[in-house]
C-alpha cells in the first residue's frame, strides 16, 4: 500500500525553534548547575549514557510501531539504495573526514594550534567519520518522509558492517596500531537503539491492529506516540547540552575549528550522495534516507572509542563531543533541504489498495 502523507503538527512544524529552545535550556543548566552534568557523567553502563538511551529508546520506538513488516520486505527487494548506502557510509565518509580534518585543523588553522592539538583533533574527527549513524536517522527520515522499511533495513546492515570494519578502517586512518573496538558499546547501542524498540514496535502494532483494527491505530495510537517521539528528541537535545554544552561557552573558537570540518564533511557526503541518488533514478523516499544516512555519525561509538584510546580530558574526546552538539541541528536543515526538494523526483505510479499485511 502506498505510504500515507504524514501531516505535520505543532511539535514537527516548529521543531527549529523547539531545538533552538532546547540547546539553550541544556546549555543554560550545564553552564549555572554543573552538578548536574557532574551527575549524568555517572549514569554510563559501557560508555552509553543511561538517560540518552531511554530518550533514544522513547524516540525510536514509536517510529517501529509504524513500520510493517511488507515494507521492510520491500525494501529487501530494491538493492540499490542499500549498495548506495554502504558505498557512502564506507569508502567516501571516513575518507572525506579524514581529508577535511587535515585540510582545517593543519593547514587552515594550523597556525592557530599546537601540533598536539592538531594530532588529538584530526583524530577524533576521523573516529567520528567513520562510525556510520544507526539511531538518529530513523528519526530524520521519518521527519523528512523517507522510506522507513529502507531506513531499518540500511541502518541493521550499517551496525553489522560496523562490526567488521570500524576497528582495521580507523586503524588505517589514524596511522596507529592497537585500536581498541568498544564491542559491548556497539553491541548494547544495536539493542537499545534497534533491536528492542524493532520487537517492542513490532508486537505492539500486531496486538493493537488485531484487538481494534488498523483505522484505529492509525487514528488514534499513531498520533500521540509521533509527539512522543520529538519530545523524546527535544528531552535528548537538553540532556546532551546540560551533559556537554558547557565547552561552546568555555572554548568557543576552538569548537569553530572543529565544527566547521565536522559540517563540510557533513554536507559533502549528503549533496553527493543525494545528487547520485537523483542521477540513478531513485524514488524521494529512497534517496532522503540514503543522503541522511551517509550525512549522520554513531556519536556513542565514537566517543567511546575516543575516550577508550586517548582519555576523557583528550583532544579526540573533544572532538566527537562537538560532532554530537553540532550534528543535530545540521541533519535538521538537511530534512529541511530534503523536503523543500522533494517534487524534484520521480513520483512513484499509483499502486493497487490492498489489505495491509502485518505478519
Not at 158 to 169: I, R
Not at 216 to 236: C, D, H, Y
Amino acid at each position: 500500500m502506498a505510504e500515507k502523507e504524514r501531516k505535520l503538527g505543532i511539535w514537527e512544524k516548529y521543531l527549529t525553534i523547539w531545538v533552538a529552545l532546547c540547546i539553550l535550556v541544556g546549555t543554560g543548566l550545564g553552564r549555572l548547575l554543573p552538578q548536574i552534568s557532574d551527575f549524568l557523567a555517572r549514569l554510563e553502563v559501557a560508555h552509553i549514557s543511561v538517560p540518552i538511551a531511554i530518550c533514544l529508546f522513547a524516540m525510536i520506538y514509536p517510529i517501529m510501531v509504524q513500520i510493517s513488516w511488507e515494507e521492510i520486505k520491500n525494501a529487501l527487494r530494491s538493492p540499490r539504495p542499500i549498495g548506495l548506502t554502504l558505498f557512502a557510509n564506507w569508502v567516501v565518509k571516513p575518507f572525506s573526514m579524514a581529508l577535511f580534518a587535515w585540510l582545517f585543523l593543519s593547514v587552515v588553522f594550523g597556525h592557530l594550534l599546537t601540533p598536539d592539538q592538531i594530532q588529538q583533533y584530526r583524530a577524533g574527527l576521523i573516529l567520528l567519520g567513520v562510525a556510520p549513524c544507526t539511531a538518529m536517522v530513523l528519526v530524520w527520515s521519518y521527519l523528512a518522509r523517507g522510506n522507513m522499511g529502507h531506513t531499518l533495513v540500511m541502518t541493521a546492515i550499517n551496525s553489522l558492517t560496523m562490526v567488521v570494519l570500524y576497528a582495521p578502517l580507523a586503524m588505517f586512518l589514524l596511522g596507529i596500531s592497537g585500536i581498541v573496538v568498544p564491542w559491548e558499546t556497539i553491541a548494547l547501542s544495536v539493542a537499545i537503539y534497534i533491536v528492542t524498540p524493532l520487537i517492542a514496535g513490532y508486537f505492539t502494532r500486531r496486538q493493537v491492529i488485531r484487538s481494534k483494527g488498523i483505522n484505529w491505530f492509525e487514528k488514534r495510537l499513531v498520533p500521540p506516540l509521533g509527539k512522543v517521539s520529538i519530545i523524546a528528541l527535544l528531552v535528548t537535545l537538553v540532556i546532551l547540552f546540560t551533559y556537554q554544552g558547557y565547552i561552546i561557552v568555555e572554548l568557543p573558537a576552538i569548537i569553530g575549528m572543529i565544527t566547521l570540518g565536522i559540517l563540510v564533511n557533513i554536507l559533502v557526503v549528503f549533496g553527493v550522495t543525494y545528487v547520485v541518488a537523483r542521477l540513478l533514478k531513485f524514488r524521494y523516499e529512497d534517496a532522503a534516507p540514503v543522503a541522511i544516512i551517509a550525512g549522520s555519525n554513531h556519536f556513542e561509538v565514537a566517543i567511546a572509542v575516543a575516550t577508550t584510546l586517548f582519555g576523557v580530558a583528550s583532544g579526540a574526546a573533544l572532538a566527537t563531543v562537538v560532532g554530537v552538539l553540532t550534528e543535530v541541528p545540521i541533519m535538521l536543515g538537511l530534512v529541511w533541504l530534503c523536503k523543500a526538494t522533494r517534487r524534484t523526483f520521480p513520483r512513484p505510479l499509483p499502486e493497487v489498495e490492498t489489505a495491509p499485511s502485518d505478519n
